[in-house]
């Protein structure tokens, strides 16, 4: 295997270069690097596509990273050759990216040697850039590459005088990296020289992608190819370059002629083509061209160029080329391109040999058209030098189309000398006038606006060292470009646009990425406050953070932000007087970035709404119920109370049915929710005046017994509920445990009654806690045997003691009393006519089944029964015919016997929880005991209730 470097240079060759030795016989289309063997260097199919990676440390030149990008660029030009089966693919994994050992073989670097640690960059290096290839001298397979930039001379990505464009010489490098040499077209990227500051090798030339073509040919449609020999009085030319020139005079693709004399070029336009052929005996040289040491090349011809002719797709032609006598015209200098720019005068100097000044010389641009026009020649004889300069404008139109032109000289008496791709026409450069917005959040899909001259769509646009995407059209005619941002980091950055020549406009800090997202109000409530201030509003929409303030009637107003990027609050401050204006929230590190409430905002002299509770404050999340608002300074008649049922956000409200019983009282019903805490509000129709309460109510889940709740206290000193439907006698044991790891949640427990008052308490220290009854831990709690005093339904709370919060799991065992298990009977006899009726007590919870027989002895004749619940209902009665009146459930399940003499139930279920009141009539004129018995069967529950759900 061999190892080589490949370079560019400033002003002089590669010093040191290992040269590759050319095998007689073998064609050098397209400038390829080949080994010693003839073999084209390059990589083996499976080694595709290629992997590179660019070590983290970057440029030391370059302080925002940017030389990341300008690589990545570079690749992605030549990724972007049609016709070519290779690809070059990044590998930015950070261990990747760390590493340094360049001479492995598992590793493509492309690295800034800072301290020459590599080698190549000793004393006082012209070299830029080297590509050190290792590759196989028997199949020329590349086994191992790495982009080395020499980092003692001075680098930029921005085209500042006094450094060389990183972007430029990657471009170049990695044409090595893939296999390519020099190329003997001055303009194209894989010529051998470039100065500072140079944006032409950035964009690759026609000439640059024949050669990746060949290299790693694939189908490219709509193409032709020519073949031939190149030849002087018989004698075969070996290194003569050959290039094809469409009749507009664009040089199109370029190479050599093999030691035969032989040259092919292929992946031709179907259009009209030239053949040209000339010596490489100035500005390139062939000691420039490591494929042509060892080669017995011929410079001793001047420059031929055949007819014009046209290729068909897919068609080959062949065509020699038969060269005059060798001439004394030849170009020194420059080494490098010289531009022209669209819809200007340049004056082009050159330094020849062999040129007279006389009338009949000059200068031209062959086979271009009226758009590039050259004018009178100016010599100059150069005293102590080797040759002369002569200097020539060319004047370029707004329609010369853009590419590499040769350059022509000829003298008086008829000497010719040819410079390939010597002149490039490019467009005038790109400007940028205006970048709107100036600033954005970090969020994605803010769309980027400028305004510019020649940038035309399809632009490449990036911020900073952030690729952003190619420009779209804003507006008819390209006036106005567009990109759409993807999130950005927290920057300010420059904007840099480069056009496909490579040119590109830089607006220094034209972008400033900020936190936070745009923000869009949808809503605003209150929309009128007091004079006084204090007043509490909240603020409906998008995009919310804590890095914006509010804006309202000239005064800056601190929100309040809790996380919710759909909802702020803020506080109104004091007023003088009545402002009307609209609510503004405002990013503080973007002016730009605003949003303006929709509806407009009022301070009054009259006083907020008031709301001050909703009693009860725990409902059933089964059932829901009856709620009085407590409020004040509510005026008007359409008034509504609202719900969230998200308490996280004031957004999703429910009204609630509402009326009035009494000018000061409101009532409202709640439905079934979800168990959790919810906010309220008390508003006007229309939101102008609203009074909002945070937790006003807790939808508690209905527990039995062997049910449980699984929940958190979230906040420090909050609380949760349950609701318990209990019997009196009934012992209830409670535990609550703390549940999952790193929970700190010191459980507690309080039992209140209906009225509000504390029954027991597990927490020390309160007065309402004892010990006999209560079971403390550090990650549970428990109540255990307390005996309930009365049918009632009972709130348990569940807390966090000294604030502390986390997960839990509460579990109820209930032991009901006897009494709730059977009914006895009275001792008294028969109800007698004319007299009330026999009342038995049930006492029961909500689901229990009714079971049972009672009988009447004697003559006892039952006409009738009535079943009442504790609201009163009826459900169970008998009309004047003694006819059971129920709904057909009830009918299905109790049987009164049409001779009076017995009344059965079969599982009857009670709806209702607490005491029912059964009523039993004789027929006149009968009288005798009642026998028999009723069972009550409670409902068990296996029931798992979880906070925010049904």
């Given amino acids: 295997m061999s190892r080589g470097a490949r370079g560019f240079v400033a002003r002089s060759w590669l010093a040191g270069l290992t040269l590759v030795l050319l095998a007689a016989g073998s064609s050098l289309a397209h400038v390829t690097i080949r080994n010693s063997a003839g073999k084209a260097v390059h990589w083996a199919p499976s080694d595709r596509p290629v992997r590179w990676v660019m070590n983290d440390a970057g440029s030391d030149d370059i302080l925002d990273e940017s030389e990341h990008l300008a690589v990545q660029r570079a690749a992605a030009g030549w990724n972007d050759t049609l016709g070519a089966d290779i690809e070059l693919l990044e590998v930015s994994t950070p261990g990747q990216r760390a590493r340094t050992d360049w001479q492995a073989n598992d590793l493509h670097l492309v690295l800034f040697d800072e301290a020459n640690d590599s080698g190549f960059f000793g004393g006082n290096s012209s070299l830029i850039a080297v590509t050190n290839l290792q590759f196989s001298q028997g199949s020329g397979r590349i086994l191992d590459a790495d982009l080395l930039f020499n980092g003692a001379q001075p680098f930029a990505t921005d085209l500042s005088a006094g450094a060389f464009d990183v972007r430029g010489v990657a471009s170049h490098e990695l044409g090595h990296l893939l296999g390519l040499d020099h190329s003997a077209v001055v303009g194209a990227t894989m010529a051998p020289f470039t100065s500072l500051a140079r944006f032409e090798p950035r964009s690759l030339h026609a000439d640059d992608r024949a050669g990746l073509r060949a290299t790693y040919p694939a189908a490219l449609p709509g193409t032709g190819r020519l073949e031939g020999r190149v030849q002087r009085g018989g004698v075969d030319l070996a290194g003569a370059q050959v290039w094809a020139r469409a009749t507009d005079g664009r040089v199109l693709a370029a190479t050599l002629t093999d030691s035969s004399g032989r040259y092919e070029l ?63 015209l030849r170009v020194l200098e420059p080494l490098t391109v010289r531009t022209l720019q669209q819809g200007s005068t340049s004056t082009v100097h050159v330094r020849v040999v062999g040129y007279s000044p006389a009338p009949a010389a000059g200068v031209s641009i062959p086979d271009a058209g009226p758009e590039l026009s050259v004018g009178d020649v100016q010599f100059t004889a150069l005293p102590q030098a080797e040759g002369d300069l002569i200097s020539v404008p060319i004047t370029v139109s707004d329609d010369a189309p853009a590419g590499l032109y040769d350059l022509r000289l000829h003298t008086a008496g008829g000497a010719v000398t040819l410079v390939c791709g010597y002149l490039e026409v490019v467009p005038p450069p790109p400007a940028i006038d205006m970048v709107l917005p100036p600033c954005s959040g970090d969020q994605a899909d803010t769309e980027l606006l400028f305004f510019g001259t020649n940038v035309p769509v399809g632009s490449e646009v990036a911020l900073g060292d952030t690729l952003i995407g190619p420009a779209t059209d804003a507006s008819e005619g390209g006036a ?11 920057g300010l950055r420059d904007l840099v646009v480069v056009v496909p020549s490579g040119q590109e406009a830089r607006v220094p800090g034209a972008h400033l990425a900020v936190t936070g997202a745009q923000p869009q109000i949808d809503f605003v409530f209150p929309r009128v406050a007091q004079l006084a201030g204090g007043t509490l509003v909240t603020v409906i929409g998008s995009g919310f953070g804590p890095e914006q303030v509010i804006e309202l009637g000239g005064e800056q107003i601190t929100p309040i932000f809790a996380g919710d990027p759909q909802q702020m609050q803020f ?67 359409f008034l509504r109370v609202l719900l969230g049922f998200d308490s996280t956000t004031s957004s999703s409200f429910a009204d609630l049915p509402l009326e009035f019983a009494e000018p000061d009282t409101i009532f409202v019903t709640v439905p079934p929710g979800p168990v959790g805490g919810y906010d309220a509000l008390l508003a006007s129709g229309s939101f102008e005046f609203t009074a909002a309460l945070a937790d006003a109510l807790y939808l508690a889940p209905l527990i039995d017994s062997k049910d449980q709740l699984v929940g958190g206290i979230d906040t420090p000193g909050s609380t949760d509920s349950i609701l318990l439907d209990g019997l009196a006698g009934t012992r209830v044991t409670l535990t609550l445990k703390r549940t999952g790891k790193n929970n700190t949640l010191q459980p507690g427990l309080r039992v209140l009654r209906d009225d509000g008052s504390v029954l027991l308490s597990s927490v020390e220290g309160e007065p309402e806690f004892d010990a006999q009854l209560s079971k403390n831990g550090a990650k549970q709690t428990r109540i255990a045997k307390l005996e309930l005093p009365a049918t009632e339904r009972y709130t348990v709370e569940l807390l966090g003691v000294g604030g502390s919060t986390g997960s839990y799991r509460l579990t109820l065992k209930e032991l009901l009393p006897k009494s709730a298990k059977s009914l006895k009977l009275p001792k008294q006899g028969a109800p007698a006519p004319g007299v009330e009726p026999v009342e038995l007590a049930l006492s029961a919870k909500a689901g229990s089944l009714l079971s049972g027989k009672l009988s009447a002895k004697g003559d006892l004749v039952l006409a009738g029964v009535e079943l009442e619940s504790p609201s009163g209902a009826l459900l169970l009665s008998t009309d004047e015919l003694g006819v059971l009146q129920a709904d057909a459930d009830v009918l299905a399940r109790v049987i009164l016997d049409a001779e009076g003499r017995f009344l059965r139930f079969k599982k009857l279920a009670l709806p209702e929880f607490g005491s029912w009141t059964l009523r039993l009539f004789a027929e006149p004129d009968t009288s005798g005991p009642l026998g028999g018995k009723l069972t009550l069967k409670a409902p068990k529950g296996k029931t798992v209730f979880t906070e925010g759900e049904g």
């Fill in 480 to 490: 106005i470009l567009a990109v759409t941002l993807p999130a950005l980091a927290p």
């Fill in 571 to 637: 506080v109104t401050p004091a007023y003088e007087g009545i402002v009307t204006d609209n609510v503004v929230v405002r990013n503080t590190a973007c002016d730009e970035m605003f949003a303006v409430s929709p509806q407009t905002f009022e301070i009054v002299s009259q006083p907020d709404m008031q709301l001050h509770a909703l009693q009860p404050t725990v409902l059933p999340a089964s059932e829901g119920g009856e709620a009085v608002v407590v409020a004040e300074n509510y005026a008007g008649t």
């Fill in 266 to 328: 292929d992946g031709l336009p179907p259009e009209a083509l030239r053949a040209v052929a000339a010596p490489l005996d100035g500005p390139i040289l062939p000691g420039f061209l490591s494929n042509l040491a060892g080669l017995a090349y011929n410079t001793s011809f001047a420059p031929v160029q055949s007819d014009a002719f046209m290729l068909t797709d897919g068609g080959t032609l062949m065509l020699d080329l038969e060269a005059p006598a060798d001439v004394a």
